[in-house]
């Protein structure tokens, strides 16, 4: 983990929260370039949008996209509060993002080493360097919080 993970954690949890206060699942993501400078973001928007791809991964990748010029974020690292589910691993992967990090393991739908590992995945053509577990306990309780406020 660098300096700039966890600086690019801490704007993804505040993303999280936001989401939290819209009625989203708490999730946020930053794409970070080579750099360590934030090229796209994103929280949660299924609620809001209507949209079952509006997951904070997917809005990251769309605006790093756009900034950059490019699909191909080669490059660039993407740090999310929660493991990645199977089809934000397959953007992922679609992206070429070289590094993933991440806070909260997702034990139902984790596509990151929890149920699946699709972003390591040998046989696939392109895989994805993972970093978990970064401010776990910030991201766990923010997602605990809001599902408890639900039941």
Not at 6 to 12: C, G, N, T
Not at 59 to 66: D, G, I, T
Not at 80 to 107: H, K, N, Y
Request: charged share 25%.
């Amino acid at each position: 983990m660098t300096r700039s993970d966890d600086r690019a954690m801490q704007r993804a949890l505040a993303l999280a929260a936001e989401a939290a206060a819209d009625g989203e699942v708490p999730v946020g993501a930053v794409v970070l370039n080579a750099e360590g400078q934030v090229v796209g973001e994103g929280r949660n928007n299924r609620e809001e949008t209507h949209d079952p791809t509006g997951h904070a991964e997917i809005v990251a990748l769309r605006q790093a996209a756009a900034s950059t010029g490019s699909w191909n974020l080669e490059a660039h690292t993407l740090v999310v509060t929660l493991e990645p589910c199977v089809m934000c691993a397959g953007a992922i992967l679609q992206s070429r993002i070289g590094r993933v990090v991440f806070g909260a393991w997702d034990d139902k739908a984790g596509a990151a080493g929890s149920m699946y590992d699709v972003l390591r995945d040998r046989r696939l053509p392109y895989r994805a360097e993972v970093v978990a577990g970064v401010q776990k306990d910030a991201a766990t309780a923010l997602l605990r919080e809001f599902f408890e406020q639900r039941r």
